[in-house]
């Protein structure tokens, strides 16, 4: 049995819940195509999420690494094509605010999800559910994780596959803010799993 490590992560912001974390958490232990899922939940901390996700890594040993990310304000899941080597955007958890600080100071200036994107995103839809390719996970920690994840493929374990997933806000969240678009539970965990199941069957 293969190893998934998935991630999701804590409220962060004026966003009082997360739904990657109810997500990640209820899929912590299932088998799907051949993949035993682990999941784990990041903080929304620039200096401590990355090396988080990479002690993860060291100690799960996984064949692939998928997390997933809250885009509020999307209406589709969108996954991400490219991370870059940029830490910016608003202030974290902590209170911190980077402003054009590289992930990595040896890395390369971007990196390609190994994720089967354009399949993932064509079943979402054969499935009825909104999905497009997205061309940027911004520079967030949400860029951040997936750059981290990639790089560490690229330089320890070229065979791990490893990408990103952004999600829209549950109805929760809409209500609380009154504006945005937003999608049942069972919807986003739906299709979360059928990026999963689209994943394993072209391994």
């Not at 912001?13 to 997360?18: A, F, G, K, W």
């Not at 784990?40 to 040993?61: A, C, M, T, Y």
């Not at 899941?77 to 830490?87: D, F, G, P, Y």
């Not at 958890?93 to 600080?101: K, S």
Request: hydrophobic letters at 40%; glycine letters at 8%; proline letters at 6%.
């Amino acid at each position: 049995m293969k190893t998934l490590l998935l991630t999701g992560f804590e409220p962060f912001l004026e966003y009082t819940v997360n739904p990657t974390m109810r997500i990640a958490e209820k899929l912590d232990g299932e088998q799907i195509g051949g993949y035993r899922i682990i999941s784990r939940i990041l903080p929304v901390d620039f200096n401590h999420s990355g090396e988080l996700i990479v002690q993860w890594i060291d100690e799960l040993k996984p064949d692939a690494v998928v997390s997933l990310g809250l885009a509020a304000g999307r209406y589709k899941i969108t996954s991400e094509r490219v991370a870059l080597n940029v830490k910016d955007g608003d202030a974290d958890n902590e209170g911190y605010q980077p402003i054009d600080e590289p992930i990595s100071a040896q890395g390369p200036d971007a990196y390609l999800s190994t994720l089967p994107v354009r399949k993932m995103t064509q079943s979402l839809l054969q499935a009825g559910l909104p999905a497009e390719i997205s061309n940027t996970a911004g520079a967030y920690l949400c860029n951040n994780i997936m750059y981290e994840g990639l790089h560490y493929a690229a330089t320890n374990k070229p065979e791990m596959l490893s990408g990103f997933i952004h999600i829209p806000a549950d109805h929760q969240l809409a209500i609380e803010h009154g504006k945005l678009p937003s999608w049942s539970h069972e919807d986003l965990l739906r299709g979360v799993r059928i990026c999963l199941e689209t994943m394993a069957n072209e391994r």
